[in-house]
């Protein structure tokens, strides 16, 4: 559970305190008021990963050389300083300069927002990323085998490029490839199986049909081996200057009543799926690992119609800290509102 949040110079934020309800809130207020900033500030805190930007840089406030988090926990308190283009990491005021050694012990997390509402019918990155942000909260194997996969990935890739390349060190680097790559999927194969009954259970409640049959899919981008197939396709990977086979290019197939969801999916439905995938990431997380995620929701209520909005509100995770924002509510009736209601206006909570 999260107590407080302190930030400095964030996004909008010059400085801000917050004293955090135990069961999250419902952020309300106008576009451009820094709600976005607020959750966002609380998922890189807790996986130094920014669901808005590819860079760290980009998220000091404008005109600010750097920025500060930090972040109470039930059992730490966490705080990362960006400054002179370093990332500066404590845990209970020890340094950690390893990634791996700062996000031991912190509570996993389930993010949607707007963009993700794309999940079913965007490019195959984006379901790759949805598999690879849930695993690595899953079960340390599968970050371990991802990051040595993508390191010989990074080299093969580089080297691939080079007008001239060595063919034994290519053929070294499909070795480490291969080795890690089918330890890869074969842990996102059995992610899935455990993933489907919670995706169903989600997709059930929030779209209020059981007429409508959900279906997960690995595709691989090769049926053969691995290590077979890179040393097949080496020609191919020569030309393209690029590795073209692997787990990083992987894609789940979604289907609803065996057809694509992707094509054939009606918008609402699509919503509803995508939802339902982050409701499933944040209730295997507490079955899996026995920790409920904190559950981040970005302004999502726009996407589906009042029937859909109102069942994604009464069926959250029971055990998850939650946090939505929104512009406003007046869609949900005079209903008790599951959450306690925080408003903000010109980056100032209320």
């Known amino acids: 559970?999260?107590?407080?949040?302190?930030?400095?110079?964030?996004?909008?934020?010059?400085?801000?305190?917050?004293?955090?309800?135990?069961?999250?809130?419902?952020?309300?207020?106008?576009?451009?008021?820094?709600?976005?900033?607020?959750?966002?500030?609380?998922?890189?805190?807790?996986?130094?990963?920014s669901p808005r930007a590819s860079r760290l840089d980009r998220l000091a406030r404008h005109d600010s050389s750097g920025f500060g988090i930090s972040l109470d926990t039930d059992s730490d308190t966490r705080r990362l300083v960006w400054r002179s283009r370093r990332l500066e990491m404590r845990v209970n005021n020890l340094d950690k300069h390893v990634y791996t050694d700062y996000l031991l012990g912190a509570p996993p997390v389930a993010w949607l927002g707007n963009r993700d509402m794309a999940l079913v019918y965007g490019p195959a990155e984006q379901r790759r990323n949805f598999i690879n942000f849930l695993g690595i909260q899953w079960h340390p194997l599968y970050r371990d085998h991802l990051q040595a996969y993508r390191k010989a990935l990074r080299s093969r890739n580089l080297l691939l490029r080079n007008p001239h390349p060595r063919i034994d060190v290519l053929q070294s680097y499909a070795t480490v490839l291969a080795e890690h790559g089918e330890e890869l999927t074969r842990l996102r194969l059995n992610l899935l199986e455990l993933l489907r009954p919670h995706v169903l259970q989600h997709h059930k409640a929030i779209s209020g049909s059981s007429r409508e049959e959900v279906s997960l899919c690995y595709t691989p981008s090769t049926n053969e081996p691995?290590?077979?197939?890179?040393?097949?396709?080496?020609?191919?990977?020569?030309?393209?200057?690029?590795?073209?086979?692997?787990?990083?290019?992987?894609?789940?197939e979604l289907r609803i009543n065996g057809r694509p969801a992707a094509g054939f999916a009606s918008e609402g439905q699509q919503r509803t799926l995508a939802v339902a995938l982050v409701l499933a990431h944040a209730s295997l997380l507490q079955a899996e690992i026995g920790l409920a995620p904190i559950l981040l929701i970005d302004d999502i209520f726009g996407e589906l119609d009042p029937a859909r909005r109102k069942a994604l509100l009464n069926n959250l995770p029971q055990d998850s800290q939650t946090f939505i924002t929104t512009t406003h509510l007046d869609w949900f009736g005079e209903s008790s509102l599951p959450l306690p209601v925080r408003h903000i206006k010109e980056f100032t909570l209320q």
Not at 29 to 48: F, M, P
């Open 1 to 49: 559970m999260l107590h407080a949040l302190r930030l400095r110079d964030f996004r909008c934020y010059k400085l801000l305190n917050w004293n955090i309800p135990p069961e999250g809130a419902l952020l309300i207020g106008d576009n451009a008021q820094g709600k976005t900033s607020l959750i966002e500030a609380i998922c890189v805190a807790l996986t130094l990963h």
């Open 226 to 252: 691995l290590a077979h197939a890179l040393q097949k396709g080496i020609a191919d990977d020569l030309k393209a200057g690029c590795t073209t086979l692997g787990p990083h290019r992987d894609d789940i």
